[in-house]
Nanobody, 122 residues
Framework: QVHLAESGGGSVESGGSLRLACAAS????????MGWFRQAPGKEREAVAG???????QYRDSVKGRFTISRDLSENTLYLQMNSLKPEDTAMYYC????????????????WGQGTQVTVSS
């Protein structure tokens, strides 16, 4: 089993920055790909950014140029640097991990964290 623990969420004003972290523990040998998803109240979970086993990254269009996903393999930690935050970025942010990369298809990711709340005020 793999355990994922997110941290770094909080409340910021529009234009502010936050850095999310996701620490993986347990059978991390099974973790080759990781991603960030978010879900706002009443909305479907959506992919924010992902990184595959070769370090290639993907971003949803609305966060390109503002968010950066990175990974520290030695620490088994995934990061999401979020700059120029907007009120529409407000959501619960979840970390996901798997042995294969499933892109935006959240139902195919095997491991999930509990989430960290990000609130951006205008």
């Amino acid at each position: 089993q793999v355990h994922l623990a997110e941290s770094g969420g909080g409340s910021v004003e529009s234009g502010g920055s936050l850095r999310l972290a996701c620490a993986a523990s347990g059978y991390t040998h099974d973790v080759h790909c990781m991603g960030w998803f978010r879900q706002a109240p009443g909305k479907e979970r959506e992919a924010v950014a992902g990184i595959d086993d070769r370090g290639r990254t993907q971003y949803r269009d609305s966060v390109k140029g503002r968010f950066t996903i990175s990974r520290d393999l030695s620490e088994n930690t995934l990061y999401l640097q979020m700059n120029s935050l907007k009120p529409e970025d407000t959501a619960m942010y979840y970390c996901a991990a798997d042995s294969v990369y499933s892109g935006p298809y959240y139902s195919q990711w095997h491991y999930w964290g509990q989430g960290t709340q990000v609130t951006v005020s205008s």
